[in-house]
């Protein structure tokens, strides 16, 4: 039987699609804190 | 063509598998997180004086990784109690999709990060109550409490206050009678919103011998007990309207809340003096007044922000 997409999503993720969907999460937040940090700045210094 | 950094299947096969995000999001609780984000900003905007949007982001999001950073505290605490209830069996910890360690170093840094950027950013003030609500709920209300008295919920629900005290704080410096009366309405208000949920799910609580009010003291005894705050949440959903001072709220907060408070002590008088049929009872009123608790408590503080920007 063909599975259907919504099965598909289902499917158990591989070591590498974990840890590089953590990783790029990791990534975001930390050049979102980054960012955070420079505005605040700004925002103190007004 | 094998990618160049992949892990050969060996070594993939003996190393543990890592964290997912997602699996970690889950930990923080993002429901329950949603409440809080909301009490803590309504808090914030109901403040008499505005705070600098990039800082007010600041403080809500710290509030949010402090939430978050508690929950993952309790979930690691309970990994072994929720694997025995039905509600909590599928979370991370229990299905064994996280592990512990993992689990504990997340929320602290998580927790860490949350006080030491509202205390830089904010003011230390509001970090050290942000604090206060992480230790409240980790470890007075999740290691103390729960597994000890029946009144858990009723103190513990302290630690679910603190946001729009936190809010308040961030925006204005200090603490006034307005923060203490929102932080006080959540507080009486988390009780029969809990117990509510406890009188359904009362058989998960009893099998892992949490002292939940309806296991201990029996449904009756809980029933009676919700109408006793819902009785008292009435006139203290009101005191905002009735504060004297430049920063108590106006008649639309006022109606509204007597209005929603009015809902919720119906719904509560038909839990309150309602006996069970059966075993097989649906419970119905009692799942009524637990989505409804939720909706009053979203509904009331937006009630209050509503009001600060419409004056009537």
Known sequence: ?46 | MTPTNSIPPSRAAAAPAPADWRDLFALTKPRVMSLVIFTGLCGMLAAPVGIHPVLGFTAILCIAMGAGGAAALNQWWEADLDAGMKRTANRPLPQGRLDRTTARDFAGVLCAASVFLMGFAISWLAAAILAISIVYYAVVYTIWLKPRTPQNIVIGGGAGAFPPLIGWIAATGHITPMPVVLFAIIFFWTPPHFWALALFVKTDYAKVGIPMMPVVAGERATRRQILIYAILLLPLSALPWWLPGDEHAGAIYGVCALLLSGVFLALSIRVGLRTRTGDDDAMKPEKQLFAYSVLYLFALFAALVVDRYIPL
Not at chain 1, 8 to 28: D, M, Q, Y
């Open chain 1, 1 to 46: 039987m063909t599975k259907s997409p919504k099965n598909a999503l289902k499917e158990p993720r591989t070591f590498e699609e974990i840890r590089r969907s953590r990783n790029r999460v990791l990534a975001l937040s930390l050049a979102g804190f980054v960012i955070l940090v420079f505005f605040i700045s700004i925002a103190k210094m007004g």
